[in-house]
């Protein structure tokens, strides 16, 4: 998937990188850094380009990424609160359910839904 963009001079846009745009995306997922990736192309293709060149190759043509960040002032969760949070939630789990008192509402399939007066 190539993009290209148009140039003051008329014709579109292309990186020099594009030929080797498979090769780069291969060096990528065996995880080489940016420096690998130049050091590789210049050596077994004479192309010379920056290490942010490279970056910028490849941050243009990947999927969008979400960041997730934690919000600021969060504790770190320790073993021993874990521990109290399960504790709780394991007191809430055994809790009865508490039946309600009166009815609300009353159903009869053949009349609309209808509020109990008190």
């Given amino acids: 998937m190539s993009r290209l963009l148009p140039s003051s001079r008329g014709k579109p846009f292309r990186s020099k990188l594009e030929p080797f745009a498979e090769i780069i995306r291969e060096l990528r997922r065996k995880r080489n850094s940016y420096q690998e990736i130049r050091d590789t192309l210049h050596e077994e293709h004479g192309i010379s ?38 504790d709780a939630i394991e007191a809430l789990r055994r809790k009865p359910i508490p039946k309600p008192e009166k009815k609300i509402f009353e159903f009869d399939e053949n009349k609309p839904l209808t509020l109990i007066q008190k």
């Fill in 49 to 86: 380009a920056s290490r942010s060149t490279i970056f910028s190759f490849v941050k243009v043509r990947s999927k969008r990424r979400k960041f997730y960040a934690m919000a600021e002032g969060m504790a770190p969760v320790s073993p021993t609160s874990a521990r109290h949070s399960s």
